[in-house]
Nanobody, 123 residues
Framework: DVKLTQSGGGSVQAGGSLRLSCAVS????????MAWFRQATAHECEKIAH???????YYRHFEDGRFSIFRDKGKNTLDLQMDHLTPNDTAAYYC?????????????????WGQGTLVTVSS
């Protein structure tokens, strides 16, 4: 069975860092497009970055170097390192394989998704 299990997240003060991890079973992370998304309250789902084959892409608003996506073939995991966090980064974060561009991260039409993890950044 395909399963994406997220860990990490939680609460942090502004300026701090967090690392999210997504453990994958049922397929190899190098075989599909792997991505991180987030969704803040009353906002649409945003795609942060994806990694596919050897290509990494960061999407609009996430190109400032604060977010870094990592893939570990041996562990079959996908990580998201987040630095210099601000209260505007408070959201539910999701990992996904072939996730596309859904409007609602919690109700996607495509792909395989993690369960989501809440990140809260306080000022």
């Amino acid at each position: 069975d395909v399963k994406l299990t997220q860990s990490g997240g939680g609460s942090v003060q502004a300026g701090g860092s967090l690392r999210l991890s997504c453990a994958v079973s049922g397929f190899n992370v190098v075989d599909l497009e792997m991505a991180w998304f987030r969704q803040a309250t009353a906002h649409e789902c945003e795609k942060i970055a994806h990694i596919h084959v050897l290509r990494v892409q960061y999407y609009r608003h996430f190109e400032d170097g604060r977010f870094s996506i990592f893939r570990d073939k041996g562990k079959n995991t996908l990580d998201l390192q987040m630095d210099h966090l601000t209260p505007n980064d408070t959201a539910a974060y999701y990992c996904a394989a072939n996730g596309g561009f859904p409007r609602d991260c919690s109700a996607p039409d495509n792909g395989h998704w993690g369960q989501g993890t809440l990140v809260t950044v306080s000022s």
